[in-house]
């Protein structure tokens, strides 16, 4: 099993609906979790971090944690095509300074 | 205030040879952390550093290796290239502080031929 896991997509959404994505984790201990995005050609941006259990909102996106389910999860709203990218979750293992990723999902927004 | 900073920004080196990678720190943060990306392999961490002391090292072998220098600049070097070695390389700096958010520079692009 991997340690971080996310659908590989392609994700289609299109233009305005709510775009989800998932990535699950296997390391009950882990602390901290992050979103990162990434064009195609760029460095990975940071999108959201969430540290406790719940949702956390900024803008157009949310970013929802279950640790008991050991899921995280992130939101765009009223999509756009800006946000046709590859999307990463890492995830803090408890190790200082170490984050440990998903393969990235690729998202496109369809006009 | 500046983000991370990587030189160079592109490098096209030859198999067996060896390069050295650059990457000056967000001010302020004494922590630097080196990833390799690849489209098989996806993001890998190789290192961290803290106050010139490696804390963390991911499973790559000793070809590679790095500093870090008193005013947190480090430098990653990468020995005996081999044409699998050719990726984007990222550094990433943070506070130190467990958790806390780690911001990437724009990476180096290593090829080798």
């Known amino acids: 099993q991997k340690e971080v896991e996310q659908n590989s997509g392609p994700l289609s959404v299109p233009e305005g609906a709510i775009a989800s994505l998932n990535c699950t984790y296997s390391?009950?201990?882990?602390?901290?979790f992050f979103w990162y995005r990434q064009y195609s050609g760029k460095s990975p941006e940071l999108i959201m971090s969430?540290?406790?259990?719940g949702d956390k909102e900024d803008g157009r996106f949310t970013a929802q944690l279950n640790k008991a389910s050991q899921y995280v999860s992130l939101l765009i709203r009223d999509s756009q095509p800006s946000d046709s990218a590859t999307y990463l979750c890492a995830v803090n293992q408890q190790v200082q300074e170490k984050l440990t990723f998903g393969t990235g999902t690729r998202l496109t927004i369809i006009p | 205030k500046a983000g991370v900073t990587q030189t160079p920004r592109y490098l096209i080196k030859t198999r067996g040879q060896q390069v050295t990678l650059s990457c000056s720190p967000i001010s302020g943060h004494r922590s630097v952390s080196w990833y390799q990306q690849t489209p098989g392999q996806g993001l890998q961490f190789l290192f961290e550093?803290?106050?010139?002391?490696?804390?963390n090292k991911g499973n790559f072998p000793g070809r590679f290796s790095g500093r870090q220098f008193s005013n947190s600049r480090s430098e990653m070097n990468v020995s005996t290239l081999e044409l699998g070695d050719s990726a984007l390389y990222l550094c990433?700096?943070?506070?130190?502080?467990?958790?806390?958010?780690?911001?990437f520079g724009e990476g180096s692009w290593l090829t080798v031929v």
């Open positions: 390391d009950r201990g882990s602390q901290s």
């Open positions: 990433a700096s943070s506070t130190g502080a467990t958790g806390n958010t780690i911001y």
């Open positions: 969430i540290y406790s259990n």
């Open positions: 550093y803290f106050s010139e002391t490696q804390r």
